[in-house]
Nanobody
């Protein structure tokens, strides 16, 4: 079973940056579409960004121009670079793999 392990969450001030990482076990990573979702308190889980095996990307309108998703297939890792963070970006961020795999989530809190 492929496992996804996120890291890099934390507390940051508005306007700051964070970089999330998600390491995957197993060879399926290289052919899978990977992504990041987030869930804020009292809200449904929503898509943040995805990246295909060919590095094509897709972003939610709310993060376009601020977040960048990337992947390193040699290291079975997907990243989410988050810049110009806003309080409304506060959520638990989940790594996702297209085989319907999910990580355990990492908390991102944007607050002064």
């Amino acid at each position: 079973q492929v496992q996804l392990v996120e890291s890099g969450g934390g507390l940051v001030q508005p306007g700051g940056s964070l970089r999330l990482s998600c390491a995957a076990s197993g060879s399926i990573f290289s052919i899978a579409t990977m992504g990041w979702y987030r869930q804020a308190p009292g809200k449904q889980r929503e898509l943040v960004a995805t990246i295909t095996s060919g590095h094509s990307t897709n972003y939610a309108d709310s993060v376009k121009g601020r977040f960048t998703i990337s992947r390193d297939n040699a290291k079975n890792t997907v990243f989410l670079q988050m810049n110009s963070l806003k309080p409304e970006d506060t959520a638990v961020y989940y790594c996702w793999g297209s085989w319907n795999g999910w990580g355990q989530g990492t908390q991102v809190t944007v607050s002064s």
